[in-house]
């Protein structure tokens, strides 16, 4: 046990359990040590390594996506303290430990002594499981960057909560991010052009959400929750409300009209991008612009971001 | 809510200072504590208040001053990283996890203060993501506060030259670059401020505006700071970039108080070098923009400039600042078509205080000025603003004030032109101007060419203007004028007769079509201008005799004659009468005996066709008495019939007391007390007899009239014309007739019926006692008058 990490149980406790990684080999010792004077007869103990997947809404349904089994003693007696060390060697674990809205993906070591007659004795032991992915290939460098600069235009598919005829000619804006994956400690750089605008904002925030989805088909479920509302700017780099574009004829010093992009994603809790676990959920990340007007309807664009865990020791 | 909107604001800038104070105050606990998250928390807390929209700028000011000396504290201890552990890398960081971007930028600025402090960064790095960073903020009032506070926080951090942050890779570009990008923000910003709420405030909006101006000039302010910037950079980056942001910027009020700004901020010499480009920019700015102060007031600091040393005059020429100047001036109203009168002329008046102080010598500048002020006005159908015509009269005042000398501005070839602009009145205005300047500078006009153009310039007062509604006049007024035009026509004056002849027959010219109520004040001055003449030439004619000359004494008196007869459409007979005698005795004395016989012939003339009053008669009867009395070139005939002629008018007044005084003073006409002077005791004797008849027909015509006799005034009079003769030793008065006269007036005054009169009893008294007086003197004189027995 290298690294120990807090992990929030279901009574809301936070415990501090090991971390491990795939691949990577687990040994321990099981220590059994019955009440004092008391022997215990058993069929035979074992420590299994469990990879399951939980969803909420089907309570009780566990999916095991990894199985191991070490038999530690053969059927008999236990009169006293006794150790079994035990060791699963290069264990595959996909996933990540993940500790969702409605899906808990959790490994967990499980002993059972096995009884006659009387129930079994098992116990749990919860670890977390985190995996590392190296940083975008470099070779591919020139082609990736090209690809990673996000950069959109929606002079004309703005979503509007409340669709309104004509808000096409209102707004013009273009934004771009530097990248579209991000590691955990990453920081979001870009930058947000107006082009055009013709309706009265008040600010405009950037919104880190995460869409949780879980099951399939018609019992699909999605969970949207906002982690980060990061606030990009105050007032709008308008000289009139309606009536005067800012498009690149107008304004010479196009940079001039452009607002930048800087959040830093390690104030929040984020996990990596998880698609379509074992076929059970799929968690993604999503950064969203929304500009809010002085009456307070907001318009958004959202994109996609792909978040990964970077192999910091590189 | 509307009508309560100041209190409303007082109560949420109460509201605003609280939470301030509140929020300051955990801030304070988490420093004394050396708590960086609290500090970093309670921070953004107290610099949420300043997200307010409710505030005005006024207000505003007084929320972001609290909040910035808190600030100053946080700094301090941003500074000190054993109280905090963290290095100032990670604070930088740290401070912009804050998801409110008011706050998250106030602490970023400050952070990034002790960052630039710090050197662990370069200054223009640092700088630069700070300015970049604030884009975020685009609210115009919030905007310009916190860049207002990176100004701040920066001014002593700038990469200038001998600066601690002049690091080897830095240059004092990036200082600029900084300053320049963060004053075109502020710029945009404080432009933007006026479109901010509703329309109707708008008077309002533009005030407060105003209050923050000077927010975003502080940013020029920092730029002629900054050691580095010499004027290749200045004219290369600095100015080039400003400028643009003044013009495109297409606000009036921010253009205006920025020109404004260049001027005042950067060195003179800057301008001098740089003036293409400034002046470029004005034809450029909105056509409400008041360019005309702006280029005043860059020609003032100019002329300011040119007048502090004497050695800076040749980078003027080097530059050709008049022409550059000039060649703006005609841009500028050429593209601000809507420009009125008085701003297009302002504008030359400009131009011409600074040639004037600039290029003193050079009139040919002067003189464009005024052409091409002429050819503005020339465009405007007729001067009817007030202030467009002040601004002219000042246009044309400049010149007369500088030379002190209308001589000067009479080579102004255009000067009259634009003086025809002027209405009626200003025109006159303007004229007793050009008088004055003559009059108290004692300019002395020697040319008849110059005569020419002065009068000119003077036509309003010479003559009626067409159109001048003469019902109008303030009788006062034309008074003073003509007495002003009177008095400009004796400094015309040269020493050479001929010449000096031109200048009179010039102003003859002019004046004669003055009209009737112009004349009387013009004409005895022209008169006594040429009688100046005459006095000079006066004993010359003998020596040049024979040759060609055409001043001569007698053309002269020709000339005078018809000036004088001018005034018959006045008329004025009375005026004629004093001046034709004036000039008989200056022919007098150049010995012009026709000449001067026929100005008494012109006297009597008038006399006798013209004076009708005998109040006037009697006035002019004894100018004439006594004028011809000094004539001495007449020959005998023409004077007897002179004499003649004044004798026998002074006969025929009206009233017997004017007869008689007339007729005692024509006794002095045959007696002329000089060694070859005429002496007809004779004639004498006859006259003051007569005197004496008609003293006694108006005694006894008061008897019969009124019933009691006159004063004896009259024969106290004759007695004193009687002890004159006497004296004089007129063969022909006698102690015996003096003795009768005096018992005739003694037993005057003691009859009942005289009439007291203290001011003959004095005279007659103070005769008396001359005669004791000469009595006791003794000698011839003594013994003459010991005959008279009192």
Same mark, same amino acid.
Request: hydrophobic residues 40%; proline residues 4%; negative net charge.
């Given at each position: 046990?290298?690294?120990?990490?807090?992990?929030?149980?279901?009574?809301?406790?936070?415990?501090?359990?090991?971390?491990?990684?795939?691949?990577?080999?687990?040994?321990?010792?099981?220590?059994?040590?019955?009440?004092?004077?008391?022997?215990?007869?058993?069929?035979?103990?074992?420590?299994?390594?469990?990879?399951?997947?939980?969803?909420?809404?089907?309570?009780?349904?566990?999916?095991?996506?990894? &199985?191991?089994?070490?038999?530690?003693?053969?059927?008999?007696?236990?009169?006293?303290?006794?150790?079994?060390?035990?060791?699963? &060697?290069?264990?595959?674990?996909?996933?990540?430990?993940?500790?969702?809205?409605?899906?808990?993906?959790?490994?967990?070591?499980?002993?059972?002594? &096995?009884?006659?007659?009387?129930?079994?004795?098992?116990?749990?032991?919860?670890?977390?499981?985190?995996?590392?992915?190296?940083?975008?290939?470099?070779?591919?460098?020139?082609?990736?960057? #090209?690809?990673?600069?996000?950069? #959109?235009?929606?002079?004309?598919?703005?979503?509007?909560?409340?669709?309104?005829?004509?808000?096409?000619?209102?707004?013009?804006?273009?934004?771009?991010?530097?990248?579209?994956?991000?590691?955990?400690?990453?920081?979001?750089?870009?930058?947000?052009?107006?082009?055009?605008?013709?309706?009265?904002?008040?600010?405009?925030?950037?919104?880190?959400?995460?869409?949780?989805?879980?099951?399939?088909?018609?019992?699909?479920?999605?969970?949207?929750?906002?982690?980060?509302?990061?606030?990009?700017?105050?007032?709008?780099?308008?000289?009139?409300?309606?009536?005067?574009?800012?498009?690149?004829?107008? &304004?010479?010093?196009?940079?001039?009209?452009?607002?930048?992009?800087?959040?830093?994603?390690?104030?929040?809790?984020?996990?990596?991008?998880?698609?379509?676990?074992?076929?059970?959920?799929?968690?993604?990340?999503?950064?969203?612009?929304?500009?809010?007007?002085?009456?307070?309807?907001?318009?958004?664009?959202?994109?996609?971001?792909?978040?990964?865990?970077?192999?910091?020791?590189? | 809510?509307?009508?309560?909107?100041?209190?409303?604001?007082?109560?949420?800038?109460?509201?605003?200072?609280?939470?301030?104070?509140?929020?300051?105050?955990?801030?304070?606990?988490?420093?004394?504590?050396?708590?960086?998250?609290?500090?970093?928390?309670?921070?953004?807390?107290?610099?949420?208040?300043?997200?307010?929209?409710?505030?005005?700028?006024?207000?505003?000011?007084?929320?972001?001053?609290?909040?910035?000396?808190?600030?100053?504290?946080?700094?301090?201890?941003?500074?000190?990283?054993?109280?905090?552990?963290?290095?100032?890398?990670?604070?930088?960081?740290?401070?912009?996890?804050?998801?409110?971007?008011?706050?998250?930028?106030?602490?970023?600025?400050?952070?990034?203060?002790?960052?630039?402090?710090?050197?662990?960064?370069?200054?223009?790095?640092?700088?630069?993501?700070?300015?970049?960073?604030?884009?975020?903020?685009?609210?115009?009032?919030?905007?310009?506060?916190?860049?207002?506070?990176?100004?701040?926080?920066?001014?002593?951090?700038?990469?200038?030259?001998?600066?601690?942050?002049?690091?080897?890779?830095?240059?004092?570009?990036?200082?600029?670059?900084?300053?320049?990008?963060?004053?075109?923000?502020?710029?945009?910003?404080?432009?933007?401020?006026?479109?901010?709420?509703?329309?109707?405030?708008?008077?309002?909006?533009?005030?407060?505006?105003?209050?923050?101006?000077?927010?975003?000039?502080?940013?020029?302010?920092?730029?002629?700071?900054?050691?580095?910037?010499?004027?290749?950079?200045?004219?290369?980056?600095?100015?080039?970039?400003?400028?643009?942001?003044?013009?495109?910027?297409? !606000?009036?009020?921010?253009?205006?108080?920025?020109?404004?700004?260049?001027?005042?901020?950067?060195?003179?010499?800057?301008?001098?070098?740089?003036?293409?480009?400034?002046?470029?920019?004005?034809?450029?700015?909105?056509?409400?923009? !008041?360019?005309?102060?702006?280029?005043?007031?860059?020609?003032?600091?100019?002329?300011?400039?040119?007048?502090?040393?004497?050695?800076?005059?040749?980078?003027?020429?080097?530059?050709?600042?008049?022409?550059?100047?000039?060649?703006?001036?005609?841009?500028?109203?050429?593209?601000?078509?809507?420009?009125?009168?008085?701003?297009?002329?302002?504008?030359?008046?400009?131009?011409?205080?600074?040639?004037?102080?600039?290029?003193?010598?050079?009139?040919?500048?002067?003189?464009?000025?005024?052409?091409?002020?002429? *050819?503005?006005?020339?465009?405007?159908?007729?001067?009817?603003?007030?202030?467009?015509? *002040?601004?002219?009269?000042?246009?044309?005042?400049?010149?007369?004030?500088?030379?002190?000398?209308?001589?000067?501005?009479?080579?102004?070839?255009?000067?009259?032109?634009?003086?025809?602009?002027?209405?009626?009145?200003?025109?006159?205005?303007?004229?007793?101007?050009?008088?004055?300047?003559?009059?108290?500078?004692?300019?002395?006009?020697?040319?008849?060419?110059?005569?020419?153009?002065?009068?000119?310039?003077?036509?309003?007062?010479?003559?009626?203007?067409?159109?001048?509604?003469?019902?109008?006049?303030?009788?006062?007024?034309?008074?003073?004028?003509?007495?002003?035009?009177?008095?400009?026509?004796?400094?015309?004056?040269?020493?050479?007769?001929?010449?000096?002849?031109?200048?009179?027959?010039?102003?003859?010219?002019?004046?004669?079509?003055?009209?009737?109520?112009?004349?009387?004040?013009?004409?005895?001055?022209?008169?006594?201008?040429?009688?100046?003449?005459?006095?000079?030439?006066?004993?010359?004619?003998?020596?040049?005799?024979?040759?060609?000359?055409?001043?001569?004494?007698?053309?002269?008196?020709?000339?005078?004659?018809?000036?004088?007869?001018?005034?018959?459409?006045?008329?004025?007979?009375?005026?004629?009468?004093?001046?034709?005698?004036?000039?008989?005795?200056?022919?007098?004395?150049?010995?012009?005996?026709?000449?001067?016989?026929?100005?008494?012939?012109?006297?009597?003339?008038?006399?006798?066709?013209?004076?009708?009053?005998?109040?006037?008669?009697?006035?002019?009867?004894?100018?004439?008495?006594?004028?011809?009395?000094?004539?001495?070139?007449?020959?005998?005939?023409?004077?007897?019939?002179?004499?003649?002629?004044?004798?026998?008018?002074?006969?025929?007044?009206?009233? *017997?007391?004017?007869?008689?005084?007339?007729?005692?003073?024509?006794?002095?006409?045959?007696?002329?007390?000089?060694?070859?002077?005429?002496?007809?005791?004779?004639?004498?004797?006859?006259?003051?007899?007569?005197?004496?008849?008609?003293?006694?027909?108006?005694?006894?015509?008061?008897?019969?009239?009124?019933?009691?006799?006159?004063?004896?005034?009259?024969?106290?009079?004759?007695?004193?014309?009687?002890?004159?003769?006497?004296?004089?030793?007129?063969?022909?008065?006698?102690?015996?007739?003096?003795?009768?006269?005096?018992?005739?007036? *003694?037993?005057?005054?003691?009859?009942?019926?005289?009439?007291?009169?203290?001011?003959? !009893?004095?005279?007659?008294?103070?005769?008396?006692?001359?005669?004791?007086?000469?009595?006791?003197?003794?000698?011839?004189?003594?013994?003459?008058?010991?005959?008279?027995?009192?």
């Amino acid at each position: 046990m290298e690294e120990a990490v807090p992990l929030k149980k279901e009574n809301g406790k936070t415990v501090m359990v090991a971390l491990f990684q795939s691949q990577e080999n687990i040994v321990g010792e099981v220590v059994i040590e019955p009440i004092h004077g008391k022997k215990v007869e058993h069929n035979g103990i074992k420590i299994e390594l469990l990879g399951q997947i939980e969803l909420y809404f089907d309570r009780g349904n566990f999916y095991d996506f990894t &199985s191991l089994v070490r038999e530690l003693d053969v059927p008999g007696e236990l009169y006293e303290r006794k150790t079994y060390p035990f060791e699963f &060697s290069t264990v595959e674990m996909p996933y990540e430990s993940y500790n969702g809205v409605n899906v808990r993906l959790r490994y967990i070591l499980k002993v059972t002594i &096995s009884r006659n007659y009387v129930s079994n004795i098992v116990e749990y032991q919860d670890f977390v499981v985190r995996n590392y992915t190296p940083p975008p290939s470099i070779n591919n460098s020139i082609k990736v960057v #090209d690809k990673l600069i996000r950069k #959109d235009i929606f002079p004309l598919k703005l979503n509007y909560t409340s669709m309104e005829v004509g808000i096409e000619d209102c707004l013009h804006i273009e934004f771009e991010y530097s990248k579209s994956k991000y590691h955990l400690k990453d920081v979001i750089v870009g930058k947000i052009y107006f082009l055009l605008v013709r309706i009265k904002l008040k600010n405009m925030e950037l919104e880190i959400r995460r869409r949780e989805s879980t099951g399939s088909g018609p019992n699909t479920y999605v969970e949207t929750e906002t982690l980060a509302k990061f606030e990009l700017m105050d007032g709008a780099p308008v000289r009139d409300g309606p009536g005067i574009s800012l498009t690149r004829a107008t &304004s010479n010093a196009f940079a001039g009209e452009s607002i930048p992009i800087r959040l830093f994603l390690s104030p929040y809790e984020l996990t990596p991008t998880y698609r379509n676990i074992n076929n059970k959920f799929s968690v993604k990340y999503y950064l969203n612009l929304v500009l809010v007007d002085e009456e307070d309807r907001r318009y958004f664009k959202q994109q996609e971001i792909t978040v990964y865990r970077l192999l910091e020791s590189s | 809510m509307m009508l309560n909107g100041a209190e409303d604001e007082e109560k949420w800038l109460a509201e605003g200072i609280a939470g301030i104070q509140h929020n300051a105050f955990y801030m304070h606990q988490a420093l004394d504590s050396n708590n960086l998250r609290e500090a970093l928390k309670y921070s953004a807390l107290m610099l949420s208040e300043l997200r307010t929209s409710k505030l005005s700028p006024h207000k505003y000011y007084e929320l972001y001053m609290r909040a910035f000396d808190e600030l100053r504290k946080l700094e301090m201890f941003f500074k000190d990283e054993s109280k905090h552990g963290v290095s100032v890398v990670d604070l930088y960081e740290l401070v912009q996890h804050a998801g409110n971007i008011l706050p998250r930028l106030y602490l970023l600025c400050t952070v990034g203060s002790v960052y630039i402090k710090s050197k662990e960064a370069p200054a223009k790095e640092v700088l630069k993501d700070l300015v970049e960073m604030c884009r975020g903020v685009q609210h115009p009032i919030r905007g310009l506060f916190l860049r207002s506070y990176l100004a701040q926080i920066s001014r002593d951090k700038l990469p200038d030259i001998g600066s601690e942050f002049e690091g080897d890779a830095e240059t004092v570009m990036d200082a600029v670059e900084f300053v320049l990008q963060n004053f075109t923000e502020m710029n945009k910003l404080w432009v933007r401020l006026q479109h901010q709420g509703p329309g109707t405030v708008r008077e309002k909006r533009e005030k407060e505006r105003n209050e923050l101006r000077d927010l975003v000039g502080k940013n020029l302010h920092v730029l002629s700071q900054i050691e580095g910037v010499d004027l290749e950079m200045y004219k290369e980056t600095v100015l080039p970039r400003i400028v643009e942001q003044v013009v495109n910027c297409k !606000d009036d009020l921010a253009q205006y108080y920025l020109m404004d700004c260049i001027i005042q901020v950067f060195p003179d010499e800057y301008h001098l070098q740089t003036l293409e480009t400034l002046l470029g920019a004005c034809p450029q700015l909105q056509p409400t923009v !008041d360019i005309k102060t702006v280029l005043s007031r860059l020609m003032d600091r100019l002329s300011n400039y040119a007048a502090s040393s004497p050695d800076v005059l040749p980078e003027f020429l080097q530059v050709e600042a008049f022409a550059k100047l000039s060649k703006a001036i005609g841009k500028v109203i050429e593209a601000q078509i809507d420009m009125p009168a008085v701003g297009a002329i302002t504008l030359y008046v400009s131009l011409l205080t600074f040639t004037l102080r600039v290029h003193p010598d050079r009139l040919d500048y002067v003189d464009q000025v005024l052409g091409a002020c002429d *050819k503005k006005l020339s465009t405007i159908p007729k001067l009817g603003d007030s202030r467009a015509t *002040k601004q002219v009269v000042a246009l044309l005042s400049a010149p007369l004030e500088k030379y002190n000398d209308i001589v000067t501005a009479l080579r102004l070839s255009n000067y009259p032109r634009v003086m025809d602009h002027l209405d009626n009145g200003t025109n006159k205005v303007m004229a007793m101007v050009i008088i004055q300047s003559i009059m108290k500078n004692s300019s002395c006009i020697s040319t008849p060419d110059k005569v020419e153009v002065l009068f000119e310039l003077l036509k309003g007062l010479i003559k009626d203007m067409d159109g001048a509604d003469v019902d109008e006049l303030d009788e006062e007024d034309f008074k003073e004028e003509q007495n002003s035009v009177a008095r400009l026509i004796h400094m015309l004056y040269n020493d050479e007769p001929e010449e000096m002849l031109k200048i009179i027959c010039t102003v003859r010219k002019h004046t004669m079509a003055g009209g009737p109520k112009r004349l009387p004040y013009t004409v005895p001055s022209l008169v006594f201008s040429a009688l100046r003449l005459v006095r000079r030439l006066q004993g010359q004619e003998g020596d040049i005799v024979g040759e060609e000359v055409p001043a001569t004494p007698k053309k002269i008196f020709q000339l005078l004659t018809q000036i004088i007869e001018s005034l018959s459409i006045v008329p004025a007979p009375e005026l004629a009468l004093r001046l034709y005698l004036q000039c008989a005795e200056a022919a007098n004395d150049c010995d012009l005996e026709h000449v001067a016989y026929d100005f008494f012939t012109q006297a009597f003339v008038l006399y006798e066709e013209e004076i009708a009053d005998s109040k006037s008669q009697v006035t002019a009867i004894h100018l004439i008495i006594g004028t011809l009395q000094r004539m001495s070139v007449f020959g005998v005939e023409n004077r007897d019939t002179l004499t003649h002629k004044a004798t026998g008018y002074s006969a025929r007044l009206l009233k *017997k007391p004017d007869q008689c005084r007339a007729v005692y003073a024509c006794s002095h006409l045959f007696w002329v007390d000089d060694q070859d002077g005429l002496k007809d005791g004779e004639r004498v004797l006859l006259c003051l007899k007569r005197a004496l008849r008609i003293a006694n027909a108006a005694q006894q015509m008061a008897n019969v009239a009124r019933g009691s006799s006159g004063p004896v005034t009259l024969f106290v009079e004759i007695l004193n014309k009687y002890l004159y003769f006497f004296e004089k030793g007129n063969p022909q008065i006698t102690s015996a007739a003096i003795q009768d006269l005096i018992e005739l007036i *003694k037993t005057e005054m003691q009859s009942d019926s005289a009439t007291p009169d203290t001011a003959s !009893d004095a005279f007659l008294a103070s005769m008396l006692r001359y005669i004791q007086f000469q009595k006791q003197k003794g000698g011839v004189m003594g013994e003459k008058f010991e005959s008279i027995k009192l």
